[in-house]
Structure formats: C-alpha cells, structure tokens
C-alpha cells in the first residue's frame, strides 16, 4: 500500500532544525572539543595522594558526591545563562559566581575552561555572532573572568537548547572528565570506567532532578569536604592535573 501522505514545508524545516541541533549537541559533548577538560580532576589527584580514594569504590563514592555538589552549585548559574542567553545575565552571573567560589583552585580552573570553551564557540559558531563580540569585548578587560557554568549556559540557550537539556549536559561532562581523570591516576582501568559510568548514570540523574531550574540565590556547597581537598592540590608535591 502506497502512503500519499505529504510532508509540509515548514515541518520539513522544523525536523532539519532539530537535526542540526543534535549534531551540535554531539559535537559539544565530543572529548575531542579543546576546551582543557582532561586537563583537570576535580580535586581527586589530591583527594588519590592524600588516601582519601584508594579504590573504585572510593572512587564512585567520590564521583557522586562531586556530582551532588556541581548540581547544588553550578547547575543554577547554568540554568540561569541558557534561560536568559543575553551579555547583561551572563556578566552578572560571571561576576557572583567569581565572588561565590571560595576556593582558588576551583576557581582557577573555572575560568580556565570557561574562557577556552568560549574561545572555540567564538571560533565555532560563526552563525551566532554575539560569541566573539563578547570574547573581544570582554577577554582580558579585568572585570570578567569567563567561569565555565555561566559560559555554558550562554553557549547552549544561544543554540537554542532546552534548558534541561542543558543542565543534564553538564552534569554528564562532570563525570565524564572525574572518570576520565580516574583512569589515568590508575584508579581504574577504561573498561572498569565505562562499567562504572553505566552505573551512575542513575545517580547522575537523581542529581540533575533534585537541583534543575533552581536560582542562583538557591546555589550552595552540599560537599564541603571536596572543596577542601581540591584546595589542597596546590601543595602537592608532584602532580599530572592544574587542579
């Protein structure tokens, strides 16, 4: 039986716009993305030196607590940049956040992934010409400083992706990069990682559900103790991480 039924133009448009959102999605998700990711642990290379993890069960432990606190920290000032994509929200949330992080290390790295992940969409996404007016006018002016979340946010509400979307993106990135930076501390072989990352993924979720679409006046620690052994990874001796 033949099928008649015609597609209309505008639904056509509709579905190529969705395509090609879901390969900016995937590309924005790709460890291939220079944004220096890999470059940081999370606080667990100081958290692996001082015994504080010294196993994989350690480890999952420590990958949900850090997940907990990104959700309760950071996951509003990503929910509130891609609600409200425009320069003035996205200066105002840089700016508290700055005042927020308490720990330089974290905060040092922040800005680090903040302002390399804006550089690539600037270069990127030349279809969303706010990006570059934003990083020429503002890198290197002193009173910005490009943190990741509030860079994050911007990015994906300017491509015109849900917000929840948006938030559940992070957290994933989150344990991506522990995982990762897990399996070169030898914490973990990639095998034993993917397996692990298959099972807190559900945790993962809980995360994104219990902290999605809060305020930024609802932002706060829930894992003190991680802020502390990340501040730590300045004095270690030797070390593979910036933070």
């Not at 344990?175 to 559900?202: C, F």
Request: overall charge negative; glycine content about 6%; proline content about 4%.
């Amino acid at each position: 039986m033949e099928c008649n039924m015609e597609i209309s133009p505008s639904n056509a448009h509709t579905a190529s716009v969705d395509n090609m959102l879901q390969w900016s999605q995937w590309q924005l998700l790709d460890s291939i993305l220079p944004t220096g990711g890999f470059a940081h642990s999370y606080g667990l290379e100081a958290s692996f030196q001082s015994r504080f993890v010294r196993n994989p069960e350690d480890l999952k432990f420590y990958v949900i607590q850090v997940l907990e606190n990104t959700g309760s920290l950071l996951l509003p000032f990503v929910y509130a940049a891609c609600k409200s994509p425009d320069t003035e929200t996205w200066l105002k949330l840089d700016r508290l956040l700055e005042a927020t992080l308490t720990n330089e290390v974290s905060r040092k790295a922040s800005v680090s992934q903040g302002s390399a992940l804006m550089r690539v969409a600037a270069s990127v996404y030349h279809e969303i010409p706010l990006l570059k007016i934003i990083r020429e006018t503002y890198l290197g002016s002193g009173g910005v400083f490009f943190h990741h979340a509030p860079v994050f946010g911007l990015i994906w509400g300017l491509l015109r992706f849900d917000s929840s979307t948006c938030q559940r993106a992070y957290i994933f990135l989150t344990m991506r990069d522990i995982i990762s930076a897990a399996t070169r501390l030898n914490l973990i072989g990639p095998l034993g990682a993917s397996v692990m990352q298959h099972q807190i993924a559900h945790d993962a979720e809980e995360m994104v559900k219990r902290w999605m679409d809060r305020a930024v006046d609802e932002a706060c620690q829930t894992s003190p103790l991680l802020d502390t052994m990340q501040g730590c990874h300045s004095y270690l001796f030797s070390r593979l991480f910036c933070s």
